[in-house]
Nanobody, 122 residues
Framework: QVQLVESGGGLVQAGDSLRLSCAAS????????MGWFRQAPGKQRELVAS???????YYPDSVKGRFTISRDNAKNTVYLQMISLKLEDTAIYYC????????????????WGQGTQVTVSS
């Protein structure tokens, strides 16, 4: 059973930075793509970053240049570094593991963490 535990969320001001971490259980972490999604109240869950098993990142235009995803396979951990945070970045952020070595859409991810709240204030 794969378990994902996010940490690092909190309340920050617009323009601040924040780094989220996601620790995964299991011995095959390096074989799978990992992703960070977010869901704001009243909105659908959306991908903010994913990283393939080979370390290739993907970002939607909404966060490109501000968010950076990375992974440490030795620690079974994936990170999301966020800079220049905006009010619209406020959401619950979820870590997820893909079914394969690649993933960009929620249906491609089969394991999810409980989420961590990120709140950006003015």
């Amino acid at each position: 059973q794969v378990q994902l535990v996010e940490s690092g969320g909190g309340l920050v001001q617009a323009g601040d930075s924040l780094r989220l971490s996601c620790a995964a259980s299991g011995r095959t972490f390096s074989n799978y793509a990992m992703g960070w999604f977010r869901q704001a109240p009243g909105k659908q869950r959306e991908l903010v970053a994913s990283i393939s098993s080979g370390g290739i990142p993907y970002y939607p235009d909404s966060v490109k240049g501000r968010f950076t995803i990375s992974r440490d396979n030795a620690k079974n951990t994936v990170y999301l570094q966020m800079i220049s945070l905006k009010l619209e970045d406020t959401a619950i952020y979820y870590c997820a593991r893909s079914y394969s070595d690649y993933g960009r859409y929620a249906y491609e991810f089969g394991y999810w963490g409980q989420g961590t709240q990120v709140t950006v204030s003015s």
